[in-house]
């Protein structure tokens, strides 16, 4: 691995560099990058301690920038350092700006204003949480999606980023001789997704949870191959019987999984209207 500095500096919080950068960086196997996050520049102070910093370990620069004046501070401070400076989202801005015939507005930060849709998400980052690993089961039709899946599927991480999209997910494990609340089984408006994966790649998760929190890993059936296929089979079949959809997520990213159960609501919410 060879070490690279990265320089990534922002006018808001840096999220979207961030994805930018780190979407970018996957593609290079051999490079171990060093993040240097520059965010909220705003001022031409902050914009000169970002270009010191810069000098001091020079690397690529990534920026969403839109104000003029420091663009070309950071622009023409990279040109003298010698270093790429790269304006990730001026491609995508002006050729939207071109097809609308609109004006670019120059503000930063507008992607974090307190709207309708900020309110959705914090609405929904709230009941997300108040309905994790089956909490409140007679609120469940109040849900948009219903997560299930047997321990380590990966519901409660896939449920927090559907509530960062405005979804509000709940989800319910699938235990062993546990029944499952009746409410699930009478479910009208929320769509309800079956998660599962590999018996094998689910017995290694198992196993470094039970490490994590010093439990005794021998003699028990969390971790015995039979036991979790038959955990596995079961869960498929429950949602079969109920045809509800099912997802392998083994090989899946939790934006992946998230990305298809977005999918799948779409499609239901158009079933439904």
Known sequence: MTAHHMH???????????????ACLVQFEDIEPI???????RTRGQMEKCLKGIAESP????????????????????????????????????????????????????QHVLDAEYFERMEA?????????????????????????????????????LANRGIKAANIPIVPNCALPDTLFK?????VIGLTKDPARLIQVRRARLRMIARDQDDTDYVDLDSVREE???????????????????????????????????????SVA
């Open 187 to 191: 479910l009208q408006g929320p769509l």
């Open 35 to 41: 993040e240097h996050v520059w965010s909220l520049i």
């Open 232 to 270: 596995i089979a079961f869960a498929r079949k429950l949602c079969n019987q109920n045809n509800w959809p099912v997802i392998d997520v083994t090989r899946r990213s939790i934006e992946e999984t998230a990305a298809t159960i977005m999918s799948h609501l779409a499609r239901h919410r158009e």
């Open 59 to 110: 690397g690529p620069v990534l920026f969403t920038l839109v104000n003029e004046q420091l663009r070309t501070l950071l622009m023409d401070g990279c040109r003298r350092l010698d270093v790429p400076c790269v304006p990730v989202l001026d491609p995508v801005i002006h050729r939207l700006a071109a097809w609308f015939g609109s004006e670019i507005s120059g503000r930063p930060g507008l």
């Open 8 to 22: 990534l500096v922002s006018d808001a919080t840096g999220e979207t560099i961030n994805s930018v950068a780190r």
């Open 125 to 161: 980052m709230n009941f997300t949480l108040a309905h994790d690993d089956g909490q409140l089961p007679a609120e469940l039709n109040t849900a948009d999606v219903v997560l299930l899946g047997v321990s380590r599927t990966s519901k409660t991480p896939t449920c927090i980023y």
